[in-house]
């Protein structure tokens, strides 16, 4: 799963919100939601994911990418619908183009996942 423009998901508080003012010939503007481009934005980013995936069981994610797992198919597809009705409430939108769904065989942060655990991607190894 790959979350689209899931900075925009985060809403700032007023405080937040009045540091990122920024004027322009028509008049000053602030950001609403958490803006791409600011040094903290990945690690808010991050923790509001984490946060949110703490109530998704079988669920891994690393920045906008989640990976859903599961023992068996009724437990992926159980883990999914969940993930998917958490996300709903909290706003966040997942690109379509960009999500997998019951894939037996994944390619996750960098390692290739399957029934048998996470494998070194070939790609990725040492000629």
Same mark, same amino acid.
């Not at 946060?51 to 023992?71: H, K, N, R, Y």
């Given at each position: 799963m790959d979350a689209q423009? $899931?900075?925009?998901? @985060?809403?700032? %508080?007023?405080?937040?919100?009045?540091?990122?003012?920024?004027?322009?010939?028509?008049?000053?503007?602030?950001f609403l939601r958490l803006p791409f481009g600011l040094k903290v934005s990945q690690d808010i980013f991050q923790q509001k994911m984490d946060?949110?995936?703490?109530?998704?069981? $079988?669920?891994?994610? @690393?920045?906008? %990418?989640?990976?859903?797992?599961?023992?068996t198919e009724e437990e992926h597809d159980r883990n999914l619908r969940n993930l998917m009705e958490v996300s709903k409430k909290r706003g966040l939108v997942f690109n379509r183009d960009k999500c997998h769904i019951k894939k037996d065989r994944i390619n996750f942060y960098g390692l290739i996942w399957d029934s048998k655990g996470a494998h070194p991607d070939p790609k990725n190894a040492p000629t």
């Open positions: 423009h $899931g900075y925009w998901a @985060i809403h700032l %508080d007023d405080e937040s919100s009045l540091l990122t003012t920024f004027n322009f010939p028509f008049g000053r503007y602030r946060q949110m995936l703490e109530e998704c069981p $079988g669920t891994l994610g @690393i920045s906008d %990418d989640i990976c859903v797992f599961g023992a």
